[in-house]
């Protein structure tokens, strides 16, 4: 069982950046592909980020290529999307998950979730 616990999200103006981490334990995190996704209040939860195992292949939803980047650190069981120029739209919960094999975006292929973190960007 893994547990995921998201943090450094918060109120930024628009433009602005944020850092969110998301700590993983009580499995072997190396075996994981991780991802980001986001729910904004009245819309559905949607894909953001993810990347593979070993953390060489990333891939991004449209609208913040170029913007985020995901990143992880296998040593410190702790995956990363570091969010520059952001949007008063990038409003939302943000979530990171665990899926064994490799990365996808499809949500309802991970296994594991954590609580997510707000993000709200201010115009």
């Known amino acids: 069982q893994v547990q995921l616990v998201e943090s450094g999200g918060g109120l930024v103006q628009a433009g602005g950046s944020l850092r969110l981490s998301c700590a993983a334990s009580g499995g072997t995190f190396s075996r994981y592909a991780m991802g980001w996704f986001r729910q904004a209040p009245g819309k559905e939860r949607e894909f953001v980020a993810r990347?593979?195992?070993?953390?060489?292949?990333?891939d991004y939803e449209d609208s913040v290529k170029g913007r985020f980047t995901i990143s992880r650190d296998n040593a410190k069981n702790t995956v990363y999307l570091q969010m520059n120029s952001l949007k008063p739209e990038d409003t939302a919960v943000y979530y990171c998950a665990a899926k064994t094999g490799g990365s996808s975006s499809i949500g309802s292929l991970y296994d594991y979730w954590g609580q997510g973190t707000q993000v709200t960007v201010s115009s």
């Open positions: 990347i593979l195992r070993s953390g060489g292949i990333t």
